[in-house]
């Protein structure tokens, strides 16, 4: 399910870079995705809600996001792998990512053991930069509770 909307969030982001008016664009998506309907919005808004995000901090920021980019070195890629850091690098290039939301992603993988980072794992981590999962609720906040908590 998750490789499902990390394939959507692709699919969206090219056709909203075509140069086409917003009714072509929205029957092109209607007519070439083989998904649900309800994965569709859900990315869309998604992507949507990301690049307002990314609007706002640009305006708020007085230091504005580094345009370098940072390569790994070959032991960095080794315990990453190939083909996993050619799949982080397929979003940056879509520009799905920015260098900060890559550099986290990178950072988050250290984490992990070589024989542990799978394809699911770096979708997970991309999804978690779309629904911004850090800004989303206060720590302590009573949609945080568990089911097994109790309300004095």
């Not at 990314?54 to 990453?80: P, Y």
């Not at 799949?87 to 920015?98: E, P, R, S």
């Not at 980072?117 to 509770?145: A, E, H, K, V, Y």
């Amino acid at each position: 399910m998750i490789t499902e909307i990390v394939e959507v969030l692709v699919k969206i982001n090219e056709i909203m870079k075509m140069d086409l008016p917003e009714d072509e664009k929205t029957q092109k998506l209607n007519k070439e995705t083989k998904y649900d309907k309800n994965v569709i919005a859900a990315a869309y808004s998604w992507l949507h809600e990301k690049d307002k995000r990314n609007r706002l901090d640009v305006r708020g920021s007085s230091s504005k996001e580094s345009k370098s980019f940072r390569t790994l070195s070959v032991s960095e890629i080794d315990q990453l792998g190939v083909k996993n850091y050619n799949y982080i690098l397929h979003f940056y290039n879509l520009q799905l990512l920015t260098n900060s939301e890559l550099e986290n992603i990178l950072e988050e993988l250290k984490y992990f053991s070589e024989e542990a980072i799978t394809i699911d794992q770096i979708n997970l981590l991309i999804l978690s930069l779309f629904l911004d999962l850090d800004r989303l609720m206060l720590p302590g906040s009573r949609i945080l509770l568990y089911s097994s908590d109790t309300i004095n």
